[in-house]
T-cell receptor
């Protein structure tokens, strides 16, 4: 987990507000993945980004969710008009090349826990 | 459509005994399999992996077995230790235009002292 920084670790939002989750990948990593873990469920792929590009967003809900990874700064996962069902742990992972030469080329952050009240 | 399945949500094992965590998959295009371990309130950490061209990979107390014809893999932990208590995720790689990793729902392992 060393090096992938996520913040905030815990976020509480009222229904209808916006949530912004940030992920700074490991140094030298230009590939970022976002996963969501709902209560009692596994890790669900959401989106894969490279610097300034969204490569695969097939796991993102069609509405209210967006992600970006700008040239400078962290990757942002943005959830607009949050609902109770958005309450989950959101994990960011990063890799150097996007190709898994071995399993330890993808590193996860410690997660951001979103609670919608 | 769950392509990676872990049918046991939880498992309890005595310390010193063997823990066997199972995983099944449906997509024959998966070419690489990984196991991740996760403690509460932490991110997943990589544990061990296996290529689809192999049937066994061993790393210390951890061994992963792959049966391609059955689309089944298992993680063996011998001997189990209390510190092994965690959620274990099986994951599979799908090579598209990039490496996409799909996770199973996880198995919660409790090692009883």
């Amino acid at each position: 987990n060393a090096g992938v920084m996520q913040n905030p670790r815990h976020l509480v939002r009222r229904r209808g507000q916006e949530a912004r989750l940030r992920c700074s990948p490991m140094k030298g990593h230009s590939h970022v993945y976002w996963y969501r873990q709902l209560p009692e469920e596994g890790l669900k792929f959401m989106v894969y980004l490279q610097k300034e590009n969204i490569i695969d967003e097939s796991g993102m809900p069609k509405e209210r969710f967006s992600a970006e990874f700008p040239k400078e700064g962290p990757s942002i996962l943005r959830i607009q008009q949050v609902v109770r069902g958005d309450s989950a742990a959101y994990f960011c992972a990063s890799s150097r090349t996007g190709t898994f030469l071995s399993g330890n080329t993808i590193y996860f952050g410690e997660g951001s826990w979103l609670t919608v009240v | 459509d769950q392509q990676v399945k872990q049918n046991s949500p939880s498992l309890s094992v005595q310390e010193g005994r063997i823990s066997i965590l199972n995983c099944d998959y449906t997509n024959s295009m998966f070419d690489y399999f990984l196991w991740y371990k996760k403690y509460p309130a932490e991110g997943p950490t990589f544990l061990i992996s296996i290529s689809s061209i192999k049937d066994k990979n061993e790393d210390g107390r951890f061994t992963v077995f792959l049966n391609k014809s059955a689309k089944h893999l298992s993680l063996h932990i011998v001997p189990s230790q209390p510190g092994d208590s965690a959620v274990y995720f099986c994951a599979a790689r799908l090579r598209t235009s990039y490496d996409k990793v799909i996770f199973g729902p996880g198995t919660s392992l409790s090692v009883i002292p």
